[in-house]
């Protein structure tokens, strides 16, 4: 069975830092590009981060770029994300989801739905 199970969320105030993990089982993300996507309360699901397969490319959404870093483990067969400089507006849940190529990840149907997702809660 293929399952992502996404941890490492909490609050935190703001300008701390919190990493992410996104783990997989029944399949490797040697063979996935990975999505970092979070919804906040009545808004969309925002794709945030993403990385290649191999790790080579990665992309950030602005809002996170320069703060935001998106990594791969090949022998955990998990990736991460590391969140620095936490501000309010990150508060939201978080969410990890994967496709055969980096440019389908913009275009997943509900990638926030994949998972149970981990809440980040910023407090200024």
């Known amino acids: 069975e293929v399952q992502l199970l996404e941890s490492g969320g909490g609050s935190v105030q703001a300008g701390g830092s919190l990493r992410l993990s996104c783990t997989a089982s029944?399949?490797?993300?040697?063979?996935?590009?990975v999505g970092w996507y979070r919804q906040a309360p009545g808004a969309e699901c925002e794709l945030v981060s993403s990385i290649s397969r191999d790790g080579s490319n990665t992309e950030y959404a602005d809002s996170v770029k320069g703060r935001f870093t998106i990594s791969h483990d090949s022998s955990k067969n998990t990736v991460f994300l590391q969140m620095n400089n936490l501000k309010p507006d990150d508060t939201a849940a978080y969410y990890c989801?994967?496709?055969?190529?980096?440019?389908?990840?913009?275009?997943?149907?509900?990638?926030?739905?994949w998972g149970q997702g981990t809440q980040v809660t910023v407090s200024s």
């Open positions: 989801a994967t496709a055969t190529r980096m440019t389908t990840l913009s275009r997943l149907s509900a990638p926030c739905n």
């Open positions: 029944g399949f490797t993300f040697d063979d996935s590009a």
